[in-house]
């Protein structure tokens, strides 16, 4: 090692941020395309990704919470802010001072704003059309008077099966979602999210609502990943050392060396969103050269087995790379044994990276 | 529901991280009780863990980053902070700025200590005993010279399977360090964490390092816990409503009703912290009973099956309880194939959280 580090570096490519957004409006038919930037947008950071967008024109953004607003809306003004999760008695004073426009779920919400009397704010209802999560029920939308229909800004349902192709689900909530544009005659209206967006020109209507796909995430895993990689995730090598035939490494002593090996410590682990479920299963990477895993992944801490990457690489490479473009947040979920959405929400949330935004 | 909220609860009781402190004390036989804060201290706050155990008589402290001190020195500004992921390049101003003590873990890092010339400060010397993560190793220890040698703070190790009493690991691991401390002869000594701590005198040298037990985490699994829970989770209830047999819940639509059945959706999932691997397994609690989650946890909601929960319970309850001193950090692991340690650290780091520390 030419020189002792000890933090590890998250870097993150604005550009590619910018360019997916640019293919993924170029795929939706001349669809609106807005920015779902709830959970700091999904880790990348909701200031620096609403600051970015916001100049390549994107003017409506997605919030799961209204107190997400705080951090963003100084930067767009103007911008139409949607919050998912909807307004309750704790949060309308920021509905107000934040100038916010609540996405509205059920019966009940709706009665909440009607009485809340929020002026020149035309909230969007969500409509549950199969995924049973947040939404009003075909029955419950006969029951709102024809006026009040008229005064929603959007009317939406998400998919539950986007990311699958031809899956029996898709169809199912488009036929549904078209029932329901029957009692919204003159709102615009938005079903997809970036999975549902690129499953063709009958699912983009007036709005997609890009959040994973613009993180580089591949939300259409029946085809190669379409958009760019946007995270680099690297630690610094902290030690290297000869593993003796027989020693065991890290907690509760899970690995055994069957032959002599080397292994380094890199400062990395769980305590940086780095997922536990990758002992002895996951891999890094010194320069090309795989390494993997050995033992638990501890908070702070991880062991990697460098026995067959050569003395040289070893000597040059101050880092290891969990990330980048050719070993990505999906391929890293395959391993962890979940999806990139959630490897990016934990990574991003990580307080102690050396974080570079990477622009222009 | 009498009044609707929309904002997920984090309640952190600090008297019971006092508690667990002085009960920690208690059973040390007069070793030196140290807090291991790294992490934001796991997750529950590094300020006011500090804060608070500055008061009972705490003056050790132990990070794993540099740069976890720049949130605590004003609080301590006479305490010493040990610092495990050691000193480099990159921090060694920091280290300067803040007046902190690095643990040395192998010969390169030593040299780089003594090359930096920082005056006033013994570190501490890290030995493997048989973890296999960072350290010297007996042999190294012998190339230091007898003077070198004397010039530390606090020699230390640390096991690798603390958590099972009668671990062969736990005596291989106190053999090698009662050898190594041969060649200290005047150096306070440290083996334990909060795990190693409870297996009794033999392990408790001068100084122990406590941590995930402080913030209520069984780490003597092997009997009943001894600590307080620290951590309350609730999160509101947005919608209650009827699944029609034959429906999917969720992404990927993984649950099916088989029998008529009421599901409630609530405010909280992955986004903040919540493991997407307790999808179709894990469970909440309205007021005392419990309710199944149903389908994928997704980032902002998860979907609970609240059929058999009375009527007038459902009605007086605008929240599930996610984690308290019944359903706790442990036992929440154990639903999502993890330990206590991992779910608090992602839960600690959620940002759309009202948090709130109860103390006094």
Chains 1, 2 share one sequence.
């Not at 880092?319 to 990574?347: P, Q, V, W």
């Amino acid at each position: 090692m030419q020189e002792i580090s000890t933090i590890p570096q998250l870097n993150i490519n604005l550009n590619n941020v910018k360019d997916n957004y640019q293919f993924l409006k170029s795929i939706s038919f001349g669809a609106k395309t807005a920015a779902v930037v709830k959970d700091d947008a999904y880790g990348i950071g909701a200031r620096e990704v609403v600051k970015l967008l916001s100049k390549e024109g994107c003017d409506t953004f997605f919030i799961a919470h209204a107190t997400e607003a705080i951090d963003i809306r100084d930067i767009v003004p103007n911008a139409t802010i949607y919050v998912l999760n909807g307004i309750g008695q704790g949060t309308i004073d920021i509905f107000k001072k934040y100038n916010l426009t609540p996405v509205i779920s059920n019966p009940t919400a709706l009665k909440f704003w009607n009485d809340s009397k929020i002026p020149n704010i035309k909230p969007a209802i969500q409509i549950d059309t199969g995924l049973n999560r947040l939404g009003f029920s075909l029955q419950q939308i006969k029951d709102i008077s024809e006026e009040a229909r008229s005064n929603f800004s959007l009317v939406m349902s998400h998919l539950s099966c986007g990311d699958a192709i031809g899956h029996f689900m898709n169809t199912h909530q488009l036929e549904n979602f078209q029932k329901v544009l029957t009692y919204f005659p003159n709102i615009p209206a938005s079903l997809s999210a970036s999975d549902g967006a690129m499953l063709g020109k009958e699912f983009t209507f007036d709005m997609v609502r890009l959040g994973a796909a613009l993180y580089g995430i591949n939300t259409a895993p029946y085809r190669q990943n379409q958009v760019k990689s946007v995270v680099e995730l690297k630690a610094p090598i902290l030690q290297i050392k000869d593993l003796p035939i027989g020693e065991f490494v890290g907690y509760g002593a899970s690995y055994r060396a069957h032959s002599e090996s080397k292994i380094a410590i890199i400062s990395i682990g769980y305590g940086d969103g780095i997922f536990r479920s990758l002992s002895n299963t996951g891999r890094v990477w010194i320069g090309d050269y795989e390494a993997k895993i050995l033992g638990r992944v501890s908070m702070d801490m991880i062991t990697i087995d460098v026995t067959n990457i050569p003395e040289d690489i070893l000597i040059s490479n101050n880092y290891a790379t969990l990330l980048n473009d050719k070993y990505t947040l999906d391929n890293m979920a395959n391993d962890a044994g979940t999806i990139g959405y959630e490897i990016l929400s934990r990574i991003g949330k990580g307080q102690r990276y050396v974080k570079n935004y990477k622009q222009g």
